[in-house]
C-alpha cells in the first residue's frame, strides 16, 4: 500500500529559485529517503534522514523531517535547469522488508 | 562498470506472449526488488529477495514469475502478456533488508508495451 504523498504534483521554476517539496507518510518509521528520477532513467538515491534527526543537508538539499506530523520537506536551494527531474520520497514498508515509495513531485526548472 | 543492469531496456510484444527481463547487481547487496512505474510515475513494489530467498510478493499474478539463481541475479519472467503489463519495470538492491534497509540502487529500467 501506498506510504508517502508528495506535494505538489508538479512544481515549476525558473533557474536560481529554491524548490521545495513535501511529503507525507502514514506510519512509524525508522527513516525517511528521497528520490531524483530524470526522464527515462532509473531512481537515484538522494538523502536519507533518521528518525532522530530534524534536519539533514547535502550540497544544495536540505531536509527535514517532523515525525509528530509524520511529514518531510525537500528543499533544493539555487536550482539549476539540471534538476529538472521527478523527486520521490519513500519509507519503510510496514515490515520494514523493503521501501514504500510516494506518487512523487515533477519538477521543471526552466533556464 | 554499471552497479545495477538490467536487460532488455526496451520490449515490444504481442498480448499473450511470454518474455523475461534480466537484472545482475555487482555490488554485493543481499537484496534485491523487482519495482513497477505506472504511466502516472507510481512506483509498486512487486517482489524483494534476500540470498535468493523470497521475502516479498506484493498480491502480483503468479504470470509473474521471478527467479533468483544467485544473490546478484534476479530475473522477471512474465507469461501470457496482457496490455495492462505494460509499464516500466524497475530492477534495485540493497546491501540489506529489514530494519536496516537503505539506500536502494536501481537499474535503468526496462520499459515493457504489450500491443
Redesign the interface.
Same mark, same amino acid.
Given at each position: 500500500s #501506498?506510504q508517502g504523498e508528495e506535494d505538489p504534483q508538479a512544481l515549476s521554476i525558473q533557474e536560481g529559485e529554491n524548490a521545495t517539496m513535501n511529503c507525507s507518510y502514514k506510519t512509524s518509521i525508522?527513516?525517511l #529517503?528521497w528520490?531524483r #528520477?530524470n526522464s527515462?532513467?532509473? =531512481?537515484?538515491?538522494l538523502i =536519507?534522514i533518521r528518525s532522530n534527526e530534524r534536519e539533514k543537508h547535502s550540497g544544495r538539499l536540505r531536509v527535514t523531517l517532523d515525525t509528530s506530523k509524520k511529514s518531510s520537506s525537500l528543499l533544493i536551494t539555487a536550482s539549476r535547469a539540471a534538476d529538472t527531474a *521527478?523527486y520521490?520520497c519513500?519509507t519503510?514498508?510496514s515490515?520494514? *522488508?523493503? =521501501?514504500?515509495?510516494g506518487?512523487?513531485t515533477?519538477l521543471l526548472v526552466s533556464p | 562498470d554499471t552497479a545495477v543492469s538490467q536487460t532488455p531496456k526496451y520490449l515490444v510484444t504481442q498480448m499473450g506472449n511470454d518474455k523475461s527481463i534480466k537484472c545482475e547487481q555487482n555490488l554485493g547487496h543481499d537484496t534485491m526488488y523487482w519495482y513497477k512505474q505506472d504511466s502516472k510515475k507510481f512506483l509498486k513494489i512487486m517482489f524483494s529477495y534476500n540470498n535468493k530467498e523470497l521475502i516479498i510478493n506484493e498480491t502480483v499474478p503468479n504470470r509473474f514469475s521471478p527467479k533468483s539463481p544467485d544473490k546478484a541475479h534476479l530475473n522477471l519472467h512474465i507469461n501470457s502478456l496482457e496490455l495492462g503489463d505494460s509499464a516500466v519495470y524497475f530492477c534495485a538492491s540493497s546491501l540489506r533488508t529489514g530494519a536496516n534497509t537503505g539506500e536502494l540502487f536501481f537499474g535503468e529500467g526496462s520499459r515493457l508495451t504489450v500491443l
Open positions: #501506498q525508522n527513516n #529517503q528520490y #528520477q527515462g532513467r532509473g =531512481l537515484v538515491h =536519507l *521527478s520521490f519513500a519503510p514498508n515490515g520494514y *522488508s523493503t =521501501l514504500t515509495f506518487k512523487g515533477m | -
